[in-house]
């Protein structure tokens, strides 16, 4: 809808398809941005499944055997981050895109994507240790 709107501002100086990915990744920007919340995933917010996944990833010999579970706990963690982390992240490891096209996308510089990148990894590792902190705390 906001494109038709703003159909009459597109000036032809690029591609239509980066006009609208910029609509589209600007809307989703400022709609996450408005929610303002930056939950702290806990192990009590887990479901069954998943608190079973961490345990047997804490045990010795642990194997990936359930990927849904993983997935979803991942998906859990992702909402953890920052709106351009999270976009960033999804972007790059989600959807193999380029740090490249993840710039051309967003209009950040390849600098900020390679930095939003490996900081939302960071706090996915951070959280994901918060979790397995205190799930062997708690056994």
């Not at 920007?29 to 929610?35: E, G, H, Q």
């Not at 919340?37 to 010795?60: G, H, I, M, N, Y």
């Not at 900020?112 to 205190?134: I, N």
């Amino acid at each position: 809808m906001k494109a038709f709107t703003q159909l009459k501002s597109f000036e032809g100086r690029g591609s239509m398809e980066g006009w609208l990915t910029r609509i589209a990744t600007n809307t989703c920007l400022n709609m996450i941005r408005s929610a303002r919340r930056r939950p702290e995933l806990t192990v009590s917010d887990l479901t069954e499944e998943q608190s079973e996944f961490l345990d047997r990833q804490v045990s010795v010999g642990a194997t990936f055997e359930n990927k849904l579970a993983a997935t979803e706990l991942a998906e859990r963690l992702l909402e953890t981050l920052p709106a351009e982390d999270r976009l960033a992240l999804t972007m790059i490891d989600g959807e193999d895109a380029s740090i490249k096209e993840v710039a051309a996308a967003t209009g950040w510089s390849e600098s900020k994507v390679k930095v939003r990148a490996f900081r939302a990894r960071k706090r996915m590792r951070e959280a994901m240790e918060r979790l397995l902190g205190r799930t062997v705390s708690e056994a």
